[in-house]
């Protein structure tokens, strides 16, 4: 089982803060640091100092960081158009010498774009559109040098593309799909994803979906075993339940709660959940960390949770 971090710096955060706990994660051995792709806050937080662009963060720890991964949970396919997208996530993989991962999905959160005039359509042409999105970007990168790429799409048409400029990696940059929707999204995890990921999710709504991906997989002759399963859950754990609820407290929820919807507890319980998930086959987890000033909780979970899986 690998650990990632996942923080969500739309709820308040600098770039340097993100770059704190990127070399913190770095320095104590997660596979790698991801952050979330957000203009707005949620709830009752200030948002201040305001947004951070998470490509434009990604490429500066790009530069910052020396061997932890890089990566988004989730893009939205409504903020970027894809031709720019696979350039820019193409270059900041070569300014990591090789350490990114696109995370990308339709979009969901309808008052972000309102507040910042992003077009935000319904929900079948979001998916209409990512999938041409997915085409685009997969399609740019794989494409030889010296040849064009060409797409006859509904929303982004591409003509005589020359495809540059190409990832170091081969044939591009892991790309992770995710969500709970019944159809499409096992349909487009099998054709596209290399990852499949479960934000939030219970034992057995993981296990029931991670279920759809395969049957999709099958359908079109894809061993599911080539993808990679993760799940991402809150992060607050202690070394007793005094910690357990100070850190609880620190983002405002409860810890009973967060023992049952995250990964919560004392590092002996932590390490029985993600036991558990284990089970039902993921082999990843993001563990989202809300409180960015507290890098002794990633601390804490390297020393005490790490070495047991």
Not at 160 to 188: D, E, F, H, N, Y
Request: glycine residues 10%; contains cysteine.
């Amino acid at each position: 089982m690998e650990l990632r971090i996942f923080t969500e710096p739309q709820q308040g955060a600098t770039y340097d803060d993100l770059l704190a706990v990127a070399r913190r994660a770095e320095e104590t051995g997660y596979d790698a640091f991801f952050r979330s792709d957000h203009y707005l806050r949620m709830g009752s937080v200030s948002g201040q100092p305001g947004p951070t662009d998470a490509w434009t963060t990604l490429a500066g720890l790009a530069r910052d960081t020396r061997t932890i991964r890089l990566g988004t949970l989730m893009s939205a396919a409504t903020f970027r158009l894809p031709g720019p997208l696979a350039i820019t996530v193409a270059q900041v993989d070569q300014m990591s010498g090789g350490r990114v991962e696109l995370g990308i999905g339709t979009g969901w959160y309808a008052e972000e774009h309102e507040a910042y005039g992003i077009p935000f359509p319904s929900l079948g042409e979001r998916f209409d559109r990512l999938e041409e999105q997915l085409a685009v970007i997969t399609g740019l990168w794989r494409t030889p040098v010296g040849e064009n790429f060409d797409f006859a799409g509904r929303y982004y048409p591409v003509t005589g593309s020359p495809a540059l400029p190409k990832p170091v990696q081969q044939p591009g940059p892991p790309i992770l799909l995710g969500g709970m929707g019944p159809r499409r999204t096992p349909r487009l995890a099998a054709r596209y994803a290399d990852e499949f990921n479960l934000p939030f999710a219970s034992l057995a709504d993981s296990a029931a979906q991670f279920e759809r991906v395969r049957a999709a997989c099958a359908a079109i002759d894809r061993d599911p075993a080539e993808l990679m399963w993760s799940n991402a859950l809150v992060l607050c754990c202690g070394r007793d339940d005094a910690e357990v609820a100070r850190r609880a407290a620190a983002i405002g929820r409860e810890p009973a709660e967060l023992r049952e919807n995250g990964l919560a507890g004392t590092p002996a319980e932590v390490v029985d959940t993600i036991g558990r998930y284990a089970g039902i086959g993921s082999r990843r987890l993001y563990l989202q960390v809300l409180d960015l000033a507290d890098l002794d909780h990633l601390d804490l979970v390297a020393t005490e949770v790490m070495p047991q899986l």
